[in-house]
């Protein structure tokens, strides 16, 4: 039972690389989220997407592009990397309704942007 | 700006010990839920509270979500070292995001 799967594990960018990170869970979650953890800031939502086809701009947006072509994957891009970049994001997928709900996160992806 | 404030920040006691972590707020949530996350690993949930009031235990943590629904807290009785982790408090309101503290980093001595 894999419940959220995120690759890579590890990446190290140059400034001004692109890449992209993939999100992938096998629970038929609705919703899926992209957030960012970085020293003393907690959770910081990205990007979310309510269904396959939809996606929406979080708390911190700029910089990160986001598709949900399968209601499966949820993919999250950075077009040009920058430094400030550099943190810990980490994937999450919930069912639809109440966001009593609860949310199942994978494991993290560790981006440095040097 | 958070809009859940977590306090400590940091923790760190002996094995054995009981401990407190709070969360605030100025804000009312329709429920707060407390995830645990370790090194290496995301978050998992471990509780979700909905009603003023309410509490909840799970083995020797108990949750408790203020009555006006602003603040919550988590109590660990008698710590031991498999509490370590970073505590982290989470509010919502019926609509599809929640709101994360920064987290309460626990560490319990052996």
Sequence with gaps: NAGVTQTPKFRVL?????MTLLCAQDMNHEYMYWYR?????????IHYSVGEG????GEVPDGYNVSRLK???????????????TSVYFCASRLRGMSNQPQH?????????? | TQLLEQ????????????????????????????????????????????????????????FQFGDARK????????AQPGDTGLYLCAGGNNDYKLSFGAGTTVTVRA
């Design chain 2, 7 to 62: 306090s400590p920040q940091f923790l760190s006691i002996q094995e054995g010990e009981n401990l407190t972590v709070y969360c605030n707020s100025s804000s009312v949530f329709s429920s707060l839920q407390w995830y645990r996350q370790e090194p290496g690993e995301g978050p998992v949930l471990l509780v979700t509270v909905v009603t003023g009031g309410e509490v909840k235990k799970l083995k020797r943590l108990t």
């Design chain 1, 14 to 18: 140059k400034t001004g690389q692109s």
């Design chain 1, 105 to 114: 996160f994978g494991d993290g992806t560790r981006l440095s942007i040097l």
């Design chain 1, 71 to 85: 209601k499966q994957n949820f993919l999250l891009g950075l077009e040009s990397a920058a430094p400030s970049q």
């Design chain 1, 37 to 45: 953890q970085d020293p003393g800031m907690g959770l910081r939502l």
């Design chain 2, 71 to 78: 603040d919550s807290s988590l109590h660990i009785t008698a």
């Design chain 1, 54 to 57: 939809t996606t929406a701009k």
